[in-house]
Every structure is written in C-alpha cells, then in structure tokens.
Nanobody, 124 residues
C-alpha cells in the first residue's frame, strides 16, 4: 500500500502561481511512477503531468506545457507540481497518483494509489 497526501492548493488570481506537493508513505516511493490529474465540475478526470520513478522522463498535457513543472524528491518521498501563469480554466480538484513501473503513465487506470485531492481555484 502507498498512501498519498496532496497539499498546496488554494485560491489564486489569474497569472499567479501555486506549488502542489504530494507526500507518499508506505512502499518505496522510488519504485512508483507519479501522475498528476485534475477534475473540473462536470468534466472527466484528465492527466496534467506524469513523471517516471527516477524522474528522468516527464510528460505534460498540451494545456499546461510551458506553465507547469513536475519534479520529485525520492529521498523525501514527495512529488511536486509547480503551476505558473495559472488560468481560470485550470480550476479543478488536483490529484496525485502512484503506479508501479519503470516509466510513466498517462491513463488513470494505470495508477493504483490516489491522494484525496486538493482544490485549486483561479479567479479572473
């Protein structure tokens, strides 16, 4: 079992920044790929970014490329999502997820463990 806990969400004005953290406990964090997903009201959950267990391979959705950065610190069992130049359309509940494997995944079904989510609201 891997337990995940997100933090860092909140309310920010358009153009601002937030950094989400995902703290993991349980199994060896460095064995797991990490994904960041978001879900807005009435919409399906979508992948935002994903990072391989070693951190050397990263994926970004086109909608956040150039604005969001994901990193991980395996020594601290923590992943991060730095979100810059936020837009109102980035408003959603953000989730981190962990899935065992050597690469990253962009489908939610590939992830075994999920955090509880953290609300990000971007105002105009």
């Amino acid at each position: 079992q891997v337990q995940l806990a997100e933090s860092g969400g909140g309310l920010v004005q358009a153009g601002g920044s937030l950094r989400l953290s995902c703290s993991a406990s349980g199994r060896t964090f460095s064995n797991y790929a990490m994904g960041w997903f978001r879900q807005a009201p009435g919409q399906e959950r979508e992948v935002v970014a994903a990072i391989s267990p070693s951190g050397d391979t990263i994926y970004y959705a086109d909608s956040v490329k150039g604005r969001f950065t994901t990193t991980r610190d395996n020594a601290k069992s923590t992943g991060y999502l730095q979100m810059n130049r936020l837009k109102p359309e980035d408003t959603a509940i953000y989730y981190c997820a962990a899935g065992r494997g050597p690469y990253y995944y962009i489908r939610s079904a590939e992830y075994d463990y999920w955090g509880q989510g953290t609300q990000v609201t971007v105002s105009t």
